[in-house]
């Protein structure tokens, strides 16, 4: 019986932790709810479904689970490849406004919400990606002298 109290400590301990990192979780969720609202949704919409073949679905996305991938999509914008040209594929523009801090927060929420995932993006997650993003951007096809999209 004397041990009750230590493992009763211990006990609680882990229940702060994790209270801790739920918390954190929560924060992002929230803040990037709002930032999506923004900086998202015109395309992707308040659902996450896009829109008929302009805008991909985000719920059913295999990149909503790549938190680096979309971390440098947010940031850059679409990488296009030298087979893409502006006319057969629609780009996605780079939000260069956006910090690291708002782009966790953005994937913590997207991630949540359509991609079934219960663990927050990091700032260090984001930092880390952008510092090793594909190089290729749009502009590097604006030669070609189609409209711009945008
Ligand atoms: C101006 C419209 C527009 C805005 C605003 C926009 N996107 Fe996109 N997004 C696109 C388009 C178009 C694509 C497809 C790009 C491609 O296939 O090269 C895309 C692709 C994506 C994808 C990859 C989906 C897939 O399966 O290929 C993700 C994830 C994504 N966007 C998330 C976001 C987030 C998060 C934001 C807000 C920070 C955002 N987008 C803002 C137009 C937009």
Redesign the pocket.
């Known amino acids: 019986m004397k041990r009750l109290p230590v493992y009763f400590l211990f006990l609680l301990g882990l229940v702060s932790c994790q209270s801790a990192e739920e918390l954190k979780k929560e924060q992002y969720y929230v803040e990037g709810y709002q930032l999506?609202t923004t900086?998202?949704a015109?395309?992707?919409q308040d659902d996450g479904k896009g829109m008929a073949n302009l805008?991909?679905s985000?719920t059913a996305?295999?990149?909503?689970s790549d938190a680096a991938k979309?971390a440098c999509?947010?940031k850059n914008g679409?990488v296009l490849t030298t087979s893409d040209t502006l006319a057969t594929?629609?780009?996605?523009?780079a939000?260069k406004k956006l910090t690291e801090l708002e782009i966790a927060e953005?994937i913590t929420y997207?991630k949540t919400k359509w991609g079934n995932d219960s663990v927050y993006t990091s700032i260090e997650t984001v930092a880390e990606a952008l510092r090793n993003c594909p190089v290729k951007k749009i502009r590097d096809l604006r030669s070609d002298k189609s409209p711009s999209p945008f």
């Open positions: 999506y900086n998202c015109n395309c992707h805008y991909p985000l996305s295999s990149q909503t979309m999509l947010i679409t594929r629609r780009p996605m523009p939000s953005i997207v």
